[in-house]
């Protein structure tokens, strides 16, 4: 009955710490879409293509700081999208300085690189308890990653009259475009 018990309970163990880091990445996956999204409105609604910093990503949306990274990759055109030449969302990009013309496609990424290191926080160094007659708990996805794209306007519209305003200047200068090049 005792060695019922120690293997029952060393099931719990690692069930409750597989069930804890889950839980743990899981909730932060929704904290990196929201914070992809809003590090692309950031940078396309600031008017100058002004990027978050991770250290602002913190504070507005994880309850750990130093895990996050947030990083401008090359934003997918509609001639990709038709194509099918997605670009890749590894490496960094700098967009044109002409300012917030955008697109901005914006990837936050939440968690650690090395998980053996001695200064991971929880549940990291929970994965490196040996339950006994156990095999190893450690686990192969130690982050989670969210991109996100927002096409760069300077003026978001806040209130229906800026709407309205915003809607005839684009009609306006549509077909006054058009009338030019029919010229």
């Keep these: 009955m005792m ?3 120690c293997i029952g309970l060393a099931l719990m163990a690692l069930a409750w710490i597989l069930i804890s880091y889950s839980l743990f990445l899981a909730n ?3 904290r990196t879409e929201m914070a992809a999204r809003y590090a692309a409105w950031h ?15 913190d504070q507005y949306f994880f309850f750990q700081s130093g ?19 997605m670009p890749a969302d590894s490496g960094n990009y700098s967009p044109d300085s002409s300012g917030g013309d955008g697109p901005f496609k914006v ?4 968690g650690v690189s090395d998980p053996n290191s001695s200064s991971n926080p929880f ?12 095999p190893d708990s450690m686990m192969a996805t130690y982050s989670v990653s ?8 300077g003026e978001t519209w806040r209130s229906p009259g800026k709407a309205l305003e915003g809607i005839w200047n684009t009609l306006k200068d549509t077909v006054t475009s058009t009338i030019k090049k029919m010229l």
């Excluded at 947030?70 to 999208?81: R, T």
């Design 3 to 5: 060695a019922e018990a």
């Design 28 to 30: 932060n996956d929704i």
């Design 43 to 57: 940078q396309g609604a600031s008017g100058d293509g002004t990027a978050v910093t991770a250290s602002q990503v």
């Design 67 to 85: 895990l996050s990274t947030v990083s401008s990759v090359p934003p997918a055109l509609i001639g990709d999208v038709i194509t099918g030449n």
């Design 107 to 110: 990837k936050v990424t939440f």
């Design 123 to 134: 549940p990291f160094d929970l994965l490196k308890t040996h339950v006994p007659f156990m």
């Design 146 to 153: 969210s991109t996100c794209q927002w096409d760069g306007t």
